[in-house]
């Protein structure tokens, strides 16, 4: 399918709040498509599982967004391609120089040794919501909060400090407020920062991210600032709705939620599992790049300086898994896309699934019978540039 | 069968080290992945092969 007719990016009118949006599956049914997103922009969508992979690791193609695909029609991003600390527009050299030391904060091991801290944190907010009885709302009690702290702990964020630290994350990030009023919350937060950044450079630590940044990285004080905040921006809601996302999956398939409850062990497959089909099935096309020169994919040119987004969906892809638009926790983890390719996949990965590994195992353990208050298409949901979630899980058990 | 990691374009994510534990590791000066095992045994070969496919800067490879 070549030069078709350019349609618009479906978004926020879901049929069932769990799926895509309508006529997004038709849209892409026979490969690359012409589209217009909400702002206006044109460009390719591209939906294959090895087209996704091509886009994301092509060097052909550049992260820089500016211009680019935007769901939003109006407000501006909160984020700007051209800030110093955000990585997620640069390419090659620049990327890797912001990246690389980062990613020592990630490492597998280290962030086995953050685990014990992670259950604790978990564990604190089940036995609040314990207390508390029923009916609870999964989100405000342990969705929202727990992901903040843990961001909190990976920064280095004393105890002392976290409190602060998680009521100004929550005023920034909670509503879709304007550019100013994120701003100003930003940096209340900076100066939470700079208070620990002071503390490192004191006691020479680098058991955590900000010490890593301060002892041991060539970045200045604008860079390591973006570079934290950018973290809890990139960290904290999206953990945070997957795994509301995750529960309401569950809530709906209880023969599959036996098998997590049979044995929550294999928590870390299930959490692979979980990710591919859920972010799949929602469908979507918000991660977007450039070409810099002329690219065929999937068998059409993308030409040099239009726009390729791809979407998520490929994790539905046959090519990926067999029956792969089926939820099936028995299956092996698989190498699917939740969270991106090539060299801007996921810094916060490892992280993002040991959360998602420990809240999943614990909830459902601690609340063998939990189960929503209300029909899934009863509750409300909130769809932005990267995030998607539920507002309210109303639960009882 | 020789596996091998080209570090220039690692970007140090660790999938090679979840997909075969045995055979990768993550440098702690840099959080790079290198390998431990070149010439990994057989039933190490399935947790590589994931690795390669994994790998999100395509930098692992395994010659047979
Ligand atoms: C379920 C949770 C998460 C999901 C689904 C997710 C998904 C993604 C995806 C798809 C990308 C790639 C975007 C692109 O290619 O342009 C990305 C990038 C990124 N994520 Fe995550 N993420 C999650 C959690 C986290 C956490 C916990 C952190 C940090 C604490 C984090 C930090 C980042 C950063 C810094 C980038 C930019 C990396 C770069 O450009 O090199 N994410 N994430
Ligand atoms: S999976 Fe690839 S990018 Fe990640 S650490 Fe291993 S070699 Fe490096």
Redesign the pocket.
């Known amino acids: 399918m070549t030069e078709a007719a350019v349609c618009p990016v479906p978004h926020e009118n879901r049929v069932h709040p769990l799926g895509p949006p309508a006529g997004f599956e038709e849209a892409i049914s026979n490969g690359p498509v012409r589209m217009r997103w909400p702002n206006g922009v044109e460009g390719w969508l591209i939906s294959s599982y090895a087209g996704v992979r091509q886009v994301l690791s092509d060097q052909r193609f550049s992260a820089n967004r500016n211009g680019g695909p935007e769901m939003r029609t109006e407000g501006e991003p909160v984020l700007d391609a051209g800030q110093p600390g955000n990585m997620n527009s640069m390419d090659g050299e620049e990327h890797l120089r912001l990246r690389r030391p980062l990613s020592r904060g990630f490492m597998v091991k280290r962030l086995n040794e953050m685990r014990p801290r992670i259950q604790r944190i978990v564990d604190e907010h089940l036995d609040e919501m314990e207390r508390a009885g029923t009916p609870a709302d999964l989100v405000s009690s342990l969705c929202l909060p727990v992901p903040s702290l843990v961001i909190a702990e990976l920064l280095g964020v004393p105890p002392e400090h976290q409190a602060l630290f998680q009521a100004t994350a929550r005023e920034m990030l909670g509503k879709n407020g304007s550019r100013a009023e994120y701003e100003a919350k930003a940096a209340e937060l900076g100066q939470v920062i700079a208070k620990v950044v002071a503390e490192k450079k004191a006691s020479g630590d680098t058991s955590d991210m900000i010490g890593l940044m301060v002892n041991e990285t060539d970045f200045d004080m604008d860079e390591l600032m973006l570079l934290a905040i950018g973290l809890l921006v990139a960290g904290h809601e999206t953990t945070s709705n997957f795994f509301g996302l995750f529960t309401l999956t569950l809530f709906e398939r209880p023969d599959q939620l036996e098998i997590l409850q049979r044995d929550p062990s294999r928590a870390d497959v299930i959490v692979e599992e979980l990710m591919r089909y859920t972010i799949g099935r929602l469908g979507g096309a918000g991660i977007a790049r450039r070409a810099l020169e002329d690219v065929e994919v999937d068998g059409v040119t993308v030409r040099a300086g239009e726009w390729a987004a791809v979407s998520l969906h490929a994790n539905l892809d046959e090519e990926l898994c067999p029956h792969a638009s089926e939820l099936d926790l028995e299956r092996r983890a698989v190498s699917h896309l939740g969270f991106g390719f090539g060299p801007h996949q996921c810094l916060g990965a490892n992280l993002a699934r040991a959360e998602l590994q420990i809240l999943l195992r614990s909830l459902f353990t601690r609340f063998p019978n939990l189960r929503p208050a209300v029909p899934v298409t009863e509750m409300s949901f909130r769809e932005d540039m990267i995030t998607y979630g539920a507002s309210a899980i109303p639960v009882v058990w | 069968m020789t596996v091998r ?1 080209d570090q220039t374009g ?8 979840l997909a075969a534990p045995d055979v ?1 590791d ?1 440098s702690d000066d840099d959080g ?2 290198f390998v431990v095992i070149a010439e990994p045994p057989a039933d190490l070969l399935p947790g590589v092969r994931d ?1 390669v496919d ?4 395509q ?2 490879s395994l010659e047979e």
């Open positions: 990691i690692c970007i140090g994510s660790g999938q090679c080290v990768f993550q790079l992945g690795a994994r790998c999100p800067a930098v692992v």
